[in-house]
């Protein structure tokens, strides 16, 4: 158990639909990342951040988008969905903002979206 | 940018043999690099880290990396295989700026024979 929960773990929705996936970080981590994980395309970063401001964004559509709370968790809001956004989505977290030798992420064990 | 490489999508080998997955990175300077492991249905679970020092780094489950600067590769090796080591692995890399996204490969899936 890495520490990092997210919820829900399966998520089952139709196309054209919007959905929020929640994530909780370590205690103390005050880095969140998101990661999409798909058939096609793999492992991606989507974005980062960090004590409650953007500080990263990687291969992340329009039409998704993140915050991070004063609590520290982070929510990924995606719309419109599309059979495509069927993938394994990841959050990770991490103590600090940029790398270091301590600064390890730490993964959740992800949201399943099935889109239909 | 930078990119990271795992040649074989998928390795079986069988329990009690030795096992070598590799890992190349394209980087301009020496990144931070990780292994990863994913077992089925289960999230990412760190097997060991690469940031500096001794080139050789051992991880947990009896996994150990060796980083090799002159060819870009961060391969893992473990001496001898147990059915429970398969699952997918995935060599990560990371940057020491702001945004510390990592990058990973493709993964290779490791199949155990009894």
């Known amino acids: 158990d890495s520490g990092v929960t997210q919820t829900p773990k399966h998520l089952i929705t139709a196309t054209g639909q919007r959905v929020t996936l929640r994530c909780s970080p370590r205690?103390?981590?005050?880095?969140v990342y998101w990661y999409q994980q798909s058939l096609d395309q793999g492992l991606q970063f989507l974005i980062q951040?960090?004590?409650?401001?953007?500080?990263a964004k990687g291969n992340i559509l329009e039409r998704f988008s993140a915050q991070q709370f004063p609590d520290l968790h982070s929510e990924l809001n995606l719309s419109s969905l599309e059979l495509g956004d069927s993938a394994l989505y990841f959050c990770a977290s991490s103590p600090r903002l940029a790398g270091g030798p301590t600064d390890t992420q730490y993964f959740g064990p992800g949201t399943r979206l099935t889109v239909l | 940018a930078q990119s990271v490489t795992q040649p074989d999508i998928h390795i079986t080998v069988s329990e009690g043999a030795s096992l070598e997955l590799r890992c190349n990175y394209s980087?301009?300077?020496?990144?931070?690099l990780f292994w990863y492991v994913q077992s089925p249905g289960q999230g990412l679970q760190l097997l060991l880290k690469?940031?500096?020092?001794?080139?050789l780094v051992q991880g947990i489950k009896g996994f150990e990396a060796e980083f090799k600067r002159s060819q870009s590769s961060f391969n893992l090796r473990k001496p001898s295989v147990h059915w429970s080591d398969a699952a997918e692995y995935f060599c990560?890399?990371?940057?020491?700026?702001?945004?510390?996204?990592?990058?990973f490969g493709g993964g290779t899936r490791l199949m155990v024979k009894p």
């Open positions: 690469y940031f500096s020092g001794d080139t």
């Open positions: 990560a890399v990371g940057l020491n700026n702001a945004g510390n996204m990592l990058t």
């Open positions: 980087y301009g300077a020496t990144p931070y």
């Open positions: 951040y960090y004590n409650g401001e953007e500080r």
């Open positions: 205690s103390g981590d005050l880095s």
